[in-house]
């Protein structure tokens, strides 16, 4: 079983839908959990941090399950510009392994 | 703003050539990373260095290897450059502990070894 696993996708939703995505990890000394948007030939750039609680940034939406160990992203009212794969990235307690999950692609459609 | 600076952006290669791919950070990040990415595989760490002079293979080591001489620098280094090290390599960097833990990444350096 892969240490990080995310929905394969690709997603295609119409410009104005709810989307979901989730990612599960196995180590359960993971401490820290982000989500990065991935563009086209582009790196990676942070999208949001995951905390505990919950938290909201705009139209995007981040949880954390620990007690099913699994992470959420949730993007309200899609835009065009959405499209893009989502990583999760996980970080042990050591803090010095960083996992990615293979990316999930979200295509937005007009 | 952090800066990931990632020197050779596109590469060609003959096989069997020696390929230096260097790294630069500006924020004093004690951990840096690279990693390669390929379609349907995702990010997979090669090596990662949690300080000058220190280095831990990752995920997929073989045919690399790294430097770490100075904090701000990072180099990977294909010994022997073979055809399936075609890919888009990475570089990253963070301070444990600061910054929300963030990972920052280099723009990219896009490998073809014909």
């Known amino acids: 079983r892969k240490e990080v696993e995310q929905d394969p996708g690709p997603f295609n939703v119409p410009e104005g839908a709810t989307v979901a995505f989730n990612c599960t990890y196995s180590?359960?000394?993971?401490?820290?959990f982000f989500w990065y948007r991935q563009d086209c030939r582009k790196e990676p750039k942070l999208l949001m941090s995951v905390y505990s609680s919950g938290n909201e940034d705009g139209r995007f939406t981040a949880q954390l399950n620990r007690a099913s160990q699994y992470i959420s992203l949730l993007i309200r009212d899609s835009k065009l510009s959405d499209s893009a794969t989502y990583l999760c990235v996980v970080i042990n307690r050591s803090a010095r392994q960083l996992t990615f999950g293979s990316g999930t692609q979200l295509t937005v459609l007009p | 703003d952090v800066k990931v600076t990632q020197s050779s952006r596109y590469l060609v290669k003959r096989t069997g050539e020696k390929v230096f791919l260097e790294c630069v950070q500006d924020m004093d990040h004690e951990n840096m990373f690279w990693y390669r990415q390929d379609p349907g595989l995702g990010l997979r760490l090669i090596y990662f260095?949690?300080?000058?002079?220190?280095?831990e293979k990752g995920d997929i080591p073989e045919g690399y290897s790294v430097s770490r001489e100075k904090k701000e620098r990072f180099s990977l280094i294909l010994e022997s450059a073979s055809t399936n090290q075609t890919s888009m390599y990475l570089c990253?960097?963070?301070?444990?502990?600061?910054?929300?833990?963030?990972?920052?990444f280099g723009e990219g350096s896009w490998l073809t070894v014909v």
């Open positions: 180590n359960s000394a993971s401490q820290s």
């Open positions: 990253a960097s963070r301070t444990p502990g600061t910054d929300g833990n963030t990972i920052y």
């Open positions: 260095s949690y300080d000058v002079k220190m280095k």
